[in-house]
């Protein structure tokens, strides 16, 4: 089965940087968009990164410049690099894919708390 487990969450002081890790397993398909998304405490799930097949990438309004999402086609995994980090990006930080015709998967989700 198609699986993803996130890596790299902690506890990291304002300004400071994370780099996190998305691997999977079980893939049987190409993978049409890898994406992060985050979930701050008591607010919805939002999207912070995405990045597509051919590479095109799109950033939440609230990273861009500070946040880079990239992968590595081979091994199908995606990363976020995360730098000046802020306490307003303490969440529950998720890999998710797309398979062809739009389904998706989820991992189990990595903390990352920054601390003010």
């Known amino acids: 089965q198609v699986q993803l487990v996130e890596s790299g969450g902690g506890l990291v002081q304002a300004g400071g940087s994370l780099t996190l890790s998305c691997a999977t397993s079980g893939i049987f398909f190409v993978i049409d968009a890898m994406r992060w998304y985050y979930q701050p405490p008591g607010k919805q799930r939002q999207l912070v990164a995405h990045?597509?097949?051919?590479?095109?990438?799109k950033y939440g309004d609230s990273v861009k410049g500070r946040f880079t999402i990239s992968k590595d086609n081979a091994a199908d995994a995606v990363y976020l690099e995360m730098k000046n980090l802020k306490a307003d990006d303490t969440a529950v930080y998720y890999c998710?894919?797309?398979?062809?015709?739009?389904?998706?998967?989820w991992g189990q989700g990595t903390q990352v708390t920054v601390s003010s």
């Open positions: 998710n894919i797309e398979a062809p015709g739009g389904y998706q998967f």
């Open positions: 990045i597509s097949r051919d590479g095109t990438i």
